[in-house]
């Protein structure tokens, strides 16, 4: 059974930044396309990047493009999202997720099957 734990989550001030790690252990495939999303309080969870092993592909929300960078280590099966300029709208939970092996959009939560417990992030104006 496939197990996802973020990390790196916290209060920061307009402007900081942070970087989350969400590290996979367990299950049973040789690797995992990963994303992550995000959830304010009283909004919908939110998709936020995504990365595809294979293509090498890398995939942002309009709201973060620029700012984010999804990447990975594979070694350490970890995968990052580093979060610059940080904005007091990027407040909210983060949560990695893996995407199903034949999914279907990166940016559908639907497409996601495991996901991790999540980390709170808060900017501070």
């Known amino acids: 059974q496939v197990q996802l734990v973020e990390s790196g989550g916290g209060l920061v001030q307009a402007g900081g930044s942070l970087r989350l790690s969400c590290a996979v252990s367990?299950?049973?495939?040789?690797?995992?396309?990963m994303g992550w999303f995000r959830q304010a309080p009283g909004k919908e969870r939110e998709f936020v990047a995504a990365m595809r092993v294979i293509s090498g592909g890398t995939y942002y929300a309009d709201s973060v493009k620029g700012r984010f960078t999804i990447s990975r280590d594979n070694a350490k099966n970890t995968v990052y999202l580093q979060m610059n300029s940080l904005k007091p709208e990027d407040t909210a939970v983060y949560y990695c997720?893996?995407?199903?092996?034949?999914?279907?959009?990166?940016?559908?939560?639907?497409?996601?099957?495991?996901w991790g417990q999540g980390t709170q992030v808060t900017v501070s104006s």
């Open positions: 997720a893996t995407l199903y092996l034949y999914s279907g959009s990166v940016y559908a939560r639907s497409s996601y099957e495991k």
């Open positions: 367990g299950g049973t495939r040789s690797y995992y396309d």
